[in-house]
């Protein structure tokens, strides 16, 4: 049984929009820090996002940053990641995962081994 459900993947062109949704069945989802990470083939997994608990604080890649916004609502127990001015380079399976800390804020750091309960993932297709 999933926990963490991504969706809103798909084929875009390059400088087109995507919304991802991470829906979440867990009862930890509202008080733990969230994040989103990708993997394109070949590659390792890369850190995109993550946003606290409370969604007062915000942390992104630098290959994001600028182009991407991470938000939630914890009323539907959901994280969101809006993909904007996407790039080839975005293509990749995205994947959303939990802190294993609860109320635990990185601040300005994000560390793999920090973060579980990973989703199935949801890919993104980048065409240029």
């Known amino acids: 049984q999933a926990h963490l459900v991504e969706s809103g993947g798909g084929l875009v062109e390059a400088g087109g929009s995507l919304r991802l949704s991470c829906v979440s069945s867990?009862?930890?989802?509202?008080?733990?820090?969230v994040a989103w990470i990708r993997q394109a083939p070949g590659k390792e997994r890369e850190f995109v996002a993550w946003?606290?608990?409370?969604?007062?604080?915000?942390f992104y890649g630098d290959s994001v940053k600028g182009r991407f916004t991470i938000s939630r609502d914890n009323a539907k127990s959901t994280v969101y990641l809006q993909m904007n001015s996407l790039e080839v380079d975005d293509t990749g399976v995205y994947y959303c995962?939990?802190?294993?800390?609860?109320?635990?804020?990185?601040?300005?750091?994000?560390?793999?081994?920090?973060?579980?309960?990973w989703g199935q993932g949801t890919q993104v297709t980048v065409s240029s």
């Open positions: 867990l009862r930890g989802f509202l008080t733990a820090t």
């Open positions: 995962g939990l802190h294993k800390v609860k109320f635990r804020i990185p601040h300005n750091f994000y560390s793999s081994s920090d973060f579980g309960s």
């Open positions: 946003i606290s608990y409370s969604g007062e604080d915000t």
